[in-house]
């Protein structure tokens, strides 16, 4: 499986990885995702923008879900005042995506960083 195709399994395996590590609590998953995603896809340049994609889809499709079935509005209103951004209810939702957005990003930086040193380059 070479191409587009091996990009979007690498891309839908990373969402499941992160997607069941948010489900079941364990939210540190998405790194390891991204690890994998920068392990097994040879060019960086794909890699880490497809980690960054997993972590983020990981982390806001549970949010989607949430929006549709019970509405995020209180409780996010809640947190931005918590936080200091009164009556902006996206500030929380924003962040949470970011941090999924982050640990894919960097999981598949990293991996691929290491890849690069072990695996040298033929030109």
Known sequence: MKG???FVFMLVVGVA???IGV???AWWLTFPAGLVIGAVVARARLAIPTGAVAGLLGWGLPLAAEQNRYGLGPAAGSLAAIMGFTGQ???PVILTCLVGL???LTGA???SALRSLAVPTTR
Do not use: D, E, H, K
């Open 17 to 19: 990885i992160s997607l």
């Open 23 to 25: 489900l079941m609590g």
């Open 109 to 111: 930086w990293l991996a």
């Open 89 to 91: 209810a996206v500030v």
């Open 102 to 104: 982050l640990l894919g």
């Open 4 to 6: 587009r195709g091996w």
